[in-house]
């Protein structure tokens, strides 16, 4: 059974900081790509930040709108991925997903259906 666990979201102003982390039953054999998408209230979801499971693929990829300020990272070890979110913005409030998906690869495209396996969310809230 997938387990993708996430955690670390909480309440911050603008400007400030947050880490999330996202606990996975399994990491480099059975997951390609890891990631994380979010969504607001009244909209769809939308993919933050992807990145391989292993080295010298390429990327990570990012959205326009969090390049700069967020950062994608993972540590095969502790089969985690992690998403530091500095200089947050009240629009990015939102629920925040951990993604897998365990074929094909990692694309900027962020197309939500190409990820099988999704954590049970976590909630960011930036207050302006």
């Known amino acids: 059974q997938v387990q993708l666990v996430e955690s670390g979201g909480g309440s911050v102003q603008a400007g400030g900081s947050l880490s999330l982390a996202c606990s996975t039953d399994a990491l480099t054999y059975k997951y390609n790509c890891l990631g994380w998408f979010r969504q607001a209230p009244g909209n769809l979801r939308e993919g933050v930040a992807t990145i391989y499971t292993s080295d010298g693929l390429g990327g990570p990829w990012y959205a326009d709108d969090v390049k700069g300020r967020f950062t994608i990272s993972r540590d095969n070890a502790k089969n985690t991925v992690y998403l530091q979110m500095n200089s947050l913005k009240f629009e990015d409030s939102a629920t925040y997903y951990c993604?897998?998906?365990?074929?094909?690869?990692?694309?900027?495209?962020?197309?939500?259906?190409?990820?099988?396996?999704w954590g049970q969310g976590t909630q960011v809230t930036v207050s302006s």
């Open positions: 993604v897998a998906r365990a074929g094909g690869g990692c694309f900027s495209e962020f197309r939500a259906s190409d990820f099988a396996y």
